[in-house]
């Protein structure tokens, strides 16, 4: 009979950069959960414009698809990755798979940052933030290059931690920062933001004042990251000038819409559980307020107590610099909550990190355990509604509505010009649809209205608009059908003039 060997305790054994069995677990746990929320529904709802605009970059050959990204101020590279995966063409759910999968693996990351610098407690909280936020949930399931940032900024987070630790294999972990960081940066240009963020906390951690081996390995990192994203921004460089200098400028869409209206938009969306077309079928509306104030709360106690340790400290600049330097940049440029995702990873990490200091007091376990308890209701509830929530136009039933109506070989006017776009990858070529779009639609040029008039049939199709100017309406039969903020207009000399379906949705007036 042979002895087994002896084996040093846990506590002795040297730490990996590879995860250990239990540490796999929690990863594949995390994951897991995140892709429970996710794929039930994650060909539920229809491709809004900008998931459009990656089903028709994946279609595009390669060369044509790296030009016509760069020209409109995105790097290449998750398109490409669609393209390279088979996906252009393809529907919605398959689409957005890979969002969901680079999701899920930034929350398997998370996790083990957490299980290994944060506590067990801190984990379980992690994960169970990540998957039930509504502003994970949206852009998990959305075919865009935002979680493919969120999981190679996390990748960056967990070697950054790993190194300011003191975890064997610094030298790696500083590879695997890069890897991360570079990565990050160009899944979308507001990346650059996050790896600068993610540096500064660094400095901010004092890696300045590491020893020689160490900071030569920092320097490394920070000395290619920032020389491959300054070589990748030159193809950018010509399209941010040409929006400098447009009427515009930056701010795209926004430039209507008050900054401080716009600052309130994207932060009841990063703190406030909110998004625009809450259903409200299994939270009533309102309550999401509370946890709103919750995590608010975690996020304070988080900074208050964390803030003279290493690890923390890190997250607290990530969760706290992000909003603050885009705010600045929102004086110029668009400012919504996709832009600032990149926090998320770092302030739902010093939440978690929260959690586990509350309960790691004898004397407030106990409350703070059931309060906890009770908010986890109210939190898979709002998730629950996120998932319910149309969230964006249902362009399909739209297309539905036209072509089961017998609508043919119209031209349809708008103000807004996203419509082309959108209605030729949802309405049949069959149906002959041609379009005249001029915007913004917050200042709707005459010449869609002069269209309308001088059609005996005019269509339209406008957002946020409840009735044609009258002088369009005019001796016309108008019928106007609802989607969402999206209407459909149609305004007739003679009712015999439409598809037979439709020529009694009203009276001439």
């Not at 109210?378 to 998730?383: G, V």
């Not at 200042?443 to 059609?455: K, L, M, S, Y």
Request: hydrophobic letters at 55%; proline letters at 7%.
């Amino acid at each position: 009979m042979t002895t087994p060997p002896v084996t040093a305790p846990e506590a002795a054994r040297p730490a990996r950069m590879l995860p250990d069995r239990g540490e796999a677990l929690v990863m594949l746990a995390a994951a897991a959960l995140v892709l429970v929320v996710l794929l039930p529904t994650l060909g539920r709802l229809s491709l809004w414009y900008d998931e459009i605009i990656t089903s028709d970059a994946a279609q595009l050959s390669l060369p044509a698809l790296i030009v016509e990204r760069l020209k409109r101020g995105h790097f290449p590279t998750y398109f490409a990755f669609v393209k390279l995966l088979g996906l252009a063409g393809t529907s919605e759910f398959w689409l957005r798979l890979p969002s969901a999968l680079f999701s899920a693996g930034a929350a398997s990351l998370l996790a083990l940052v957490a299980i290994r610098f944060l506590g067990p407690i801190a984990t379980v909280a992690t994960a169970i933030l990540y998957a039930a936020l509504p502003i994970m949930i949206e852009y998990g399931q959305e075919a865009r290059p935002y979680t493919a940032m969120l999981f190679f900024l996390s990748l960056a987070l967990l070697a950054h931690l790993s190194m300011l630790a003191g975890r064997p294999g610094f030298a790696r972990y500083g590879t695997l920062a890069t890897i991360g960081a570079i990565g990050a940066a160009l899944a979308i240009p507001a990346g650059i933001v996050a790896v600068a963020l993610q540096h500064a906390a660094l400095v901010a951690c004092g890696i300045r004042s590491a020893p020689e081996a160490e900071r030569r390995v920092w320097l490394r990192h920070l000395r290619i990251t920032w020389i491959i994203i300054a070589i990748a921004a030159i193809g950018l460089l010509p399209n941010v000038i040409g929006q400098l200098r447009s009427e515009q400028g930056l701010k795209k869409w926004q430039v209507f819409v008050p900054f401080g209206q716009r600052l309130r938009e994207t932060f009841r969306a990063l703190y406030g559980f909110a998004f625009e077309t809450d259903v409200n079928r299994y939270l009533p509306a309102g309550c999401e307020a509370g946890l709103a104030i919750a995590f608010l709360a975690l996020l304070v106690i988080g900074i208050a107590f964390g803030f003279r340790q290493r690890i923390e400290r890190y997250l607290i600049v990530i969760a706290v610099g992000t909003p603050l330097v885009f705010v600045v940049i929102g004086s110029v440029s668009a400012l919504v909550p996709r832009y600032l995702i990149s926090m998320m990873p770092a302030t739902i990490l010093l939440a978690g990190s929260a959690v586990g200091l509350l309960l790691a007091r004898p004397a407030w376990r106990l409350p703070v355990g059931a309060i906890l308890a009770a908010a986890m209701v109210p939190l898979w509830l709002q998730a629950f509604d996120t998932l319910a929530s149309e969230r964006k136009i249902d362009w399909r039933a739209v297309s539905a509505f036209l072509h089961d109506n017998g609508v043919r070989d119209i031209e349809l006017l708008s103000t807004s010009t996203q419509i082309p776009r959108i209605f030729r990858h949802y309405q049949p070529r069959s149906d002959g649809f041609t379009y005249l779009a001029k915007g913004p639609p917050a200042n709707p040029p005459d010449i869609i209205w002069q269209a309308a008039r001088a059609r005996d049939v005019a269509w339209l199709a406008l957002f946020y608009t409840d009735a044609l100017p009258a002088d369009v309406a005019a001796g016309r039969v108008v019928c106007r059908w609802r989607f969402g903020h999206f209407s459909l207009f149609v305004a007739a000399r003679d009712a015999a003039a439409l598809p037979a379906p439709l020529r009694d949705c009203a009276a001439k007036p």
